[in-house]
């Protein structure tokens, strides 16, 4: 939908919320949750869900599960590579 409502809803939404959109610093707040984590833990799950914890408490949108599982294997393949 490219409808102008959807838009001011969006913000509205947004703005009621009191949250920010993903792209706008989201995926930096995401992607350092899942380095430190994966400093310590192996399973994508537990990335996923550290993202998700700080997204929550730094009031991100939260984005498609699709895109936390690519950013958890982006993470912890640069770590373990770091590690090794």
Not at 60 to 78: D, I, N, S, W, Y
């Amino acid at each position: 939908d490219r409808s102008s409502a959807r838009k001011v809803h969006i913000e509205t939404i947004r703005t009621k919320l009191r949250v920010r959109p993903y792209p706008a610093g989201g995926v930096e707040v995401a992607e350092q949750a899942m380095r430190e984590g994966a400093q310590t833990r192996e399973d994508l799950r537990d990335l996923i869900n550290m993202a998700l914890e700080e997204l929550t408490r730094t009031r991100f949108e939260l984005p498609a599960f699709a895109t936390l599982v690519r950013a958890a294997r982006r993470v912890r393949m640069e770590v373990n590579g770091a590690l090794y």
